[in-house]
């Protein structure tokens, strides 16, 4: 039995335009009744019309994940199939393209193409070529499109299609609008978000612009953030505190400066199960501080004697002689100095692997920190103090339409970039905890 709430019931009853668009909070049902209804009943009423059907994501991994694995779970794989080697799907007897719609290129296999029905997932994330692709191939009387998006700023391209007078039925949600989430769950996420650009967005489904401080709660009160390590944790003590025996996984993130930035080494600790993230210690080198040059000679020279202190500090040794400092993460654009940093690395400290970092999505990066931050998850330690001025000082670019991070050398983005390798691959995870 599918049970859908009051809104959702509103969108089947009233959804019946060329365009139809949901757009508003995370987790607020927007789209659990496309998976359990909508898209069912578009795909079936459209049997044997000519034309073909759609499903756009920002990549197939993501169609998969948010559309056709739901689906799966209420109608089995009977009627849901999996995406072939040609992008398509069989739904409920019919073919239906899966397309990446982060790319142009991801959909070239149909500008030629009638459609008949398409359904969005994520559209806010979409290339916007991509949806002028699509507009112009809706061109049956019968086409129509149903989609959700979570907001971004108001200038975005489909805040401006929103707007434009078009076909179009808008219905928005905020987190509050689904019933079946739980207070607790409700309570959390609003306490992660709060305070910032994301509470507007994801909690109350506004479009609205980034400004001001990123870590808007973190510049207010950096000591709220402040822990110790100790031997033995002290009960009823002021400062939040760890034991150091508590501590595992510590890895360094490793950003190499341009012309008028440093090199910043950031070393990062959790505690079991990725409940706490710790920001251990964290340096910024710059060549005015070490009065020479800093060749690949000299950088190597000084990041060992980082990590030296990293392990003098907080590794802990076992029988076998290892320490609970695993990896280090350094900038994948300077491949010739990682390349050093990894012989060197390698020489001192054989037991530490060293790879390039990710350098996934800076906002999907900023976003995992702040909601650390909001679920009293993420501390620093005073040998952190390059990392606690960096996220104090860490503004929006206001001079950009998308919510890009101030980065023209008056705050040190350096160290920012050298914690979040040393998390991005974790984020999933991180969260789900």
Not at 132 to 143: E, G
Not at 185 to 198: D, L
Not at 385 to 395: C, D, F, I, Y
Request: glycine content about 8%; aromatic content about 10%; hydrophobic content about 35%.
């Amino acid at each position: 039995m599918i049970h859908l709430n009051p809104k959702q019931v509103e969108y089947l009853n009233a959804a019946n335009r060329r365009w139809n668009i949901k757009s508003g909070a995370v987790r607020s049902g927007k789209s659990f009744v496309d998976v359990a209804a909508v898209i069912p009943e578009r795909i079936i009423e459209r049997t044997g019309k000519s034309g073909i059907s759609v499903i756009l994501g920002v990549s197939r991994d993501t169609i998969e994940r948010n559309v056709l694995e739901p689906m799966r779970e209420i109608y089995t794989d009977k009627r849901i199939g999996t995406i072939n080697s040609r992008n398509v799907v069989t739904l409920f007897g019919e073919p239906v393209y899966c397309l990446g719609a982060e790319k142009v290129s991801q959909v070239a296999k149909i500008q030629g193409a009638s459609i008949k029905y398409a359904y969005g997932d994520e559209v806010a994330k979409w290339n916007s070529e991509v949806f002028q692709i699509l507009k112009s191939r809706l061109d049956k009387p019968y086409s129509c499109f149903d989609g959700s998006c979570n907001p971004e700023h108001p200038t975005h391209w489909l805040k401006k299609f929103i707007d434009s007078g078009a076909d179009i039925y808008l219905q928005q949600y905020t987190i509050f609008d689904n019933p079946h989430l739980s207070k607790e769950f409700v309570s959390n996420i609003c306490k992660e978000y709060t305070g910032t650009i994301y509470y507007d967005r994801l909690i109350l489904g506004k479009w609205k612009r980034a400004e001001g401080a990123i870590y808007r709660r973190f510049a207010d009160d950096p000591r709220a953030f402040r822990c110790e390590i100790v031997d033995e944790t002290t009960p009823g003590n002021a400062t939040k505190q760890f034991a150091k025996r508590d501590i595992i996984s510590i890895e360094i993130g490793l950003d190499f400066g341009g012309n008028q930035s440093g090199h910043a080494f950031v070393a990062r600790g959790y505690t079991d199960g990725f409940r706490d993230v710790i920001i251990l210690m964290s340096e910024r080198v710059m060549a005015s501080d070490t009065g020479e040059p800093i060749d690949g000679n000299v950088l190597d020279r000084l990041f060992i004697e980082f990590l030296q202190r990293v392990i003098d500090k907080y590794g802990v040794s076992s029988r076998d002689g290892w320490h609970n400092v695993e990896s280090v993460y350094y900038d994948n654009a300077e491949s010739v100095l990682g390349n050093g940093i990894r012989n060197a690395v390698e020489k001192k400290f054989p037991y530490i692997i060293v790879r390039p970092a990710e350098k996934r999505h800076i906002n999907d990066r900023i976003n995992t920190v702040l909601r650390l931050m909001g679920a009293g998850r993420f501390w620093v330690t005073d040998d952190a103090a390059s990392v606690t001025t960096a996220l104090s000082e860490a503004v929006w670019d206001k001079t950009k339409d998308d919510d890009a991070r101030l980065d023209d050398g008056s705050s040190d983005i350096d160290s920012l970039d050298a914690m979040e390798y040393t998390i991005e691959r974790d984020m999933k995870d991180l969260i789900e905890e």
